[in-house]
């Protein structure tokens, strides 16, 4: 599965039924991934405060899901960029893993207003009907205002980050270069290429000269949606305009390596990208 399926139509939802479906369910594309449940890492809320949330935006509320430590006090902010199955049980046991460590993440639905992922399994469909609709700019202002909310709740934006997976991935990178708040990103196997739209003009590739904080590229040297050449040549332009970026190529791993409910997952690799993850986060005043 990868980031580049294409197909056609659109699916509109009211975000008040959104809202509701979000407690706890899988989507339907992580259930597609045979025998992957039993996989799932699962972190519990000890110490914990988490839950669904509404963030006011520029068109209106969007559901998101945060997680912080169950105490007082102003947290480092980790803004969490989904991938293609909405926010699924894994991503809310990734904000509960962050906020174990100290952190107060927050995963958006930003693409709340193209379409219901949770009613979703077929990849074109998904790309065609919800992520090929839903502007850049669009997606760039819902995490702004993701940060705003978390600034309004225990946050502290003076130590703000960004993470995403695979169609977050790119996201990473494109919001790298948006926000000048920003401490530090780290990009888990992030697409950099694919074609230009009128809402969509720019790919991370194009973009990867203008980021504005360190970045960290977590990729798999089986991706064969991402090619390694392409990842490499994303960090010379970079580091060309005096950017600083890390990548990490994985040689065993494939694409969604850290995804622990599907087959894909690989663990060294995951459990490696997270700990590089967090130093890159303290080592760049996220911590």
Known sequence: MNDHSEAMGQHRFPLGRRAMVRSGVVTGLALAAAGAEA????TDSSGVVAGDIQVATEAGNIPAYFARPDKDGSFPVILVIEAIS????Y????????AKAGYLAVVPEIYARQGDLSKMTDIPQIFSQVVSKAPDAQVMS???ATAAWAADNHGNLAKLAVTGFCRGGR???LYAGHNPRLKAAVAWYGSLGGGATEIQPKTALDLADQIRCPLLGLYGGKDASIPVDQVRTAEARAKAAGKTVEIV????AGHAFHADFRPSYNREAAEDGWRRML????KYGVA
């Open 249 to 252: 190529i994985y040689p065993e």
């Open 142 to 144: 819902d995490l702004d």
């Open 86 to 89: 909405g926010i699924d049980e």
């Open 279 to 282: 130093a890159w986060f303290e």
């Open 91 to 98: 991503l809310r046991d990734v904000c509960r893993r962050f």
């Open 171 to 173: 996201g990473v990178w």
């Open 39 to 42: 996989q799932a890492i699962h």
